[in-house]
């Protein structure tokens, strides 16, 4: 029972195949609530971006930190705590950007464990706020805030005051937030080389200027500071009026007025960020189209950033249903029934061209009317792949992303094609009229919490639903809903290694995109006007402006469909041709057979698997399917006992979904039957894969891990780590295997697709075993040794007459 630590997987992905299934699963559930799955502190979760304080951590985190620190002290049964948590939340994503001057934590009192800690703090009443400085000792007890002011605003207010009056040592990070003067900046311009220099007139009173500062702080080439409005020489020398505004200001004294929509923070951070020359720090700068070009095979595609690509929702189609849902041979339980709703809202609301419309529709009718408990992927990939070859019937194969291309392989694509496709469901079940305005967005959560890819996504992402999901009760709620939780997605992985620096995560719409759909409250704050916004994602997202350049003529499409399946049919057949002679030289061999056919038979056989080597087609895996005297194609065919799971026969492997198995090859060292020579062999093969996979045209990145280590934690936490090595990358675990053979867990980190090429080579080492069927080492070794010497007579021979032809020339050549 190795796996029993792996509450992740099992409770997500549900394919506990090779157990009693009941038994194991009731197992791992039990076992999944007695240990603490994610870190859940009382009213916060990992998804909070809020640093969550225990015992354990308080101490690194506080002491001598190199961040000014605020820490929530608080009772998760309190009802002020309840209530105000919220803000608390809001806080943290709107001072996201702060997080290298100050940060965020957390702390619940009403935890057995923490309460220790709290009452060191000398912590009574709840919430407590308390302040803690950088570099603070092991002994600081912080500052209070002495009735803290109960919204977002005021709390921030309230940090920037703390920060401006920090004492020494200053947070490293921390930008210079007092005001300037005319010399200063002459004296700045003089000694800093930045491309740029905001300068914010203002108020005394107020913070936009501070908080624009520190808006800016992960930012390169741009310095920001705020000029007050008393500050007269720099006043009227620009002719400023209005407060606040914002200038550029370049050596020479040469400025120009920063052009906003509204005088506001939010306004003039987003246009900031987005200036010429401006990055995050630590972030390459965008890289342009010709470089891209080099750097990835695909050619880049143009396309228009305000639209909507059918291209995307296809690829996103043909991913999430040949390879994301491939991962899970057998799907059972809550995962049947999220398969089902996804394929219904599909069906129902996907505004695709006719053919992939048919197919969905007899998808869709095909699982509604599986009456069991469970779908093996294999029979599901038969109605996908068209097999009752209804006519006009199918998904196009492969991906071509346009408006999801990233500047890398390994960004955007699948993800955005996820976004993408469920706000145009969201948005076309509006028009719909039906009676369930939660269908779209429960058949989006069940998607991603039992398929999704990404693990640490899909955590975020029902930590999110279960927050709020059972709150949306009209269909434009939906819409809204999920607009805004992509949004809170987007400031939290802003400046993350999955963001593409030509696509920076924003809040969007941005103002140029949606100038209506920003507005400020009163108190100047900016608020998202949702009566805007409602009606811009509806057009955004309605089926009639979905552009369909770069897609595959559906006509081209149907009649690959039908060369794939013949080729398939040739393939099958071929397999079942060579199982058949290898079945009869086995025969053969254990008879007493007329030596003489049966010779000649073998001889035949080696020439015939060569041949299928080269095509890197067929693999020992299928065929040891086949063995199990299984029929034609689409049957589930069992494998054999000691097999993996994967070599089921599945037709469309050759396409998709799996790694070569270079390590599986590795494994082969426990079958003692397999000769020396083998081995040899296999070292060759593998050198050939190994060669093959690094020139390969799409690139691609597997982490291989063996199963003590996967013993030592749950997959979410390997999950988020890969998520912040690799940024978000069609993350996708596949299910441990059990068999001997296989003790290896691989993880596929590309949402592309393994050509038919490495996959077939991949499995060469070990069909080239098959070779030693019926032979025993001294067969081989005589074998062997015959060849040597044969040759070496061969070379012998060659140099004896070369030697004689040589010395009649020389004797001819003599006077
Ligand atoms: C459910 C889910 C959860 C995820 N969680 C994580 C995570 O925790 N960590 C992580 O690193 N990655 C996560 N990802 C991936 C991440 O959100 C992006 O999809 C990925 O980084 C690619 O980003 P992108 O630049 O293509 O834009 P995406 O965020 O994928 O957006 C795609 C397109 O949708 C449009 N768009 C952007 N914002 C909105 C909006 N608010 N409403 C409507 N349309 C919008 C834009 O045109 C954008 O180009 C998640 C993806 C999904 C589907
Ligand atoms: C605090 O951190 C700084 C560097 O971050 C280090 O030089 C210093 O020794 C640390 N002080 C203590 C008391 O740990
Ligand atoms: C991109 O699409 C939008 C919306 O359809 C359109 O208004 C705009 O003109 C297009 N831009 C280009 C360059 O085609």
Redesign the pocket.
């Known amino acids: 029972m190795a796996q029993r630590n792996n509450c992740a997987t099992s409770r997500f992905s549900g394919e506990m195949k090779k157990y009693p299934r009941n038994v194991v699963v009731v197992f791992l559930v039990s076992l999944c609530k007695l240990l603490p799955s994610t870190v859940v502190a009382g009213l916060y979760t990992a ?1 909070d971006q809020i640093i969550l304080l225990s015992p354990d951590n308080v101490k690194p985190v506080l002491v001598n930190s190199s961040t000014a620190i605020v820490v929530e002290f608080y009772a998760s049964w309190c009802g002020h705590c309840i209530a105000f948590s919220p803000v608390y939340k809001r806080l943290a994503r709107d001072i996201k950007e702060w997080k290298p001057a100050v940060d965020l934590a957390a702390i619940d009192c009403a935890d057995e464990e923490s309460r220790k800690v709290c009452t060191g703090f000398g912590i009574r009443a709840y919430p407590t706020l308390k302040f803690f400085h950088a570099y603070g000792q092991n002994d600081s007890a912080g500052q209070a805030f002495k009735g803290f002011p109960r919204d977002v605003r005021g709390l921030r207010h309230h940090i920037v005051d703390q920060l401006e009056n920090h004492q020494e040592p200053w947070p490293p990070a921390c930008p210079p937030l007092e005001p300037t003067s005319q010399a200063e900046i002459d004296i700045f311009l003089e000694t800093n080389n930045v491309q740029h220099l905001a300068l914010i007139f203002e108020d005394v009173s107020s913070y936009i200027g501070r908080e624009v500062t520190l808006d800016l702080l992960q930012f390169e080439n741009i310095a920001v500071r705020r000029v007050l409005s008393t500050e007269e020489g720099l006043v009227t020398k620009m002719g400023v009026t209005e407060f606040p505004s914002c200038y550029l200001y370049y050596p020479g004294g040469n400025f120009t007025r920063l052009k906003v929509n509204i005088e506001a923070r939010a306004f003039y951070s987003f246009a900031l960020q987005r200036l010429p020359g401006v990055v995050r720090s630590g972030k390459p700068p965008p890289v342009t189209t010709d470089l891209i070009n080099k750097q990835t095979e695909d050619p880049w595609r143009p396309f228009n ?2 639209s909507v690509y059918m291209a995307d929702l296809e690829s996103t189609l043909h991913y999430s249903l040949r390879v994301e849902l491939a991962a899970h041979p057998v799907i059972t339980g809550e995962g049947l029934t999220s398969l089902r709703k996804y394929i219904s809202v599909l069906a129902e609301y996907f505004p695709g061209r006719p053919m992939l419309m048919n197919l969905l529709k007899s998808l869709n009718l095909w699982l509604q009317n599986q009456a069991g408990n469970q779908v093996s992927y294999q029979a599901f990939l038969e109605i996908l792949e068209n097999s009752a070859q209804a006519p006009d019937t199918a998904l196009p194969e492969g991906v071509r992303w346009v ?2 291309q ?1 500047s890398q392989p390994h ?3 699948y ?2 094609g ?3 496709l ?2 145009l469901l969201t948005v076309q079940a509006k028009k719909s009229d039906g009676s369930d305005p939660q269908e779209v967005l429960s058949a ?1 959560r069940g998607y ?1 919490r039992n398929f ?1 890819g ?1 693990r ?6 029902e930590n999110m639903a279960k927050e709020s999901l059972t709150e949306v009760n009209t269909y434009s709620a939906a819409i809204l809903w ?6 809170r ?2 400031n ?2 802003a400046g ?5 620096p030509n ?1 920076p ?5 941005s103002p140029d995109m949606c100038k209506a759909c920003h507005t400020v409250k009163d108190n100047g704050e900016h608020r998202w006007n949702n009566e805007q916004v409602l009606p811009f ?1 509806q057009t ?1 997202f309605s089926a009639e402006r979905i552009l369909t350049d770069y897609l595959e003529d559906e006509s081209v499409v149907l009649a690959k469909q039908k060369e794939k399946r013949i080729t398939l049919q040739q393939i099958l057949e071929g397999q079942k041709r060579a199982e058949r002679k290898a079945r009869d030289a086995i025969t053969a061999q254990t008879l007493p057979p007329p030596a003489h056919a049966a010779v000649e038979e073998e001889v035949e056989e080696y020439e015939e698997e060569e041949e299928e080597e080269e095509d890197e087609v067929v693999s020992d895996e299928e065929e040891e399917g086949m063995d199990g005297g299984a029929e034609m194609e689409g049957k589930t065919l069992e494998p054999t006992p000691w097999a993996p799971a994967e070599t089921k026969l599945d037709p469309d492997r050759l396409h998709n979904s799996r790694k070569p198995s270079i390590v599986g090859m590795k494994t082969r060292d426990q079958q003692e039957d397999i000769v020396d020579l083998d081995s040899f062999v296999n070292q060759h093969y593998k050198a050939k894969v190994m060669q093959v996979a690094t020139s390969s045209r799409v690139k691609q990145r597997t982490l291989q891990r063996n199963q003590e280590e996967q013993d030592s934690g749950p997959v979410f936490g390997l999950g988020m780590e890969l ?1 912040a090595g690799l ?2 990358v069609g993350l996708q675990p596949l299910e441990p295997d059990f068999g001997p053979n296989t003790r290896m867990q691989k993880r596929e980190l590309t949402g592309r697709l393994f050509s038919s090429e490495e996959v077939g080579l991949g499995q060469g080492g070990r069909w080239v075993s098959m070779l030693s069927i019926g032979f025993s080492k001294v067969d081989i070794s005589l074998c062997v040794i015959l060849y040597f010497l044969s040759s070496m007579c061969l070379l012998a021979m060659y140099l004896f007459f070369r030697t004689r032809v040589r010395l009649r020339r020389a004797k001819v050549s003599l006077p």
């Open positions: 998804s950033r305000s408006g999801c990233g960004l955007r694509r993800p955005c996820v976004w993408t469920f706000h989006m991603i999704f990404c640490a996504c899909a955590e975020h992402f999920l607009w805004s939780r992509h949004n997605v987007n939290r992985i993350s290694l999955s963001e593409d696509f995560k924003i809040q969007w719409p994602l955004y998520d940024g978000m």
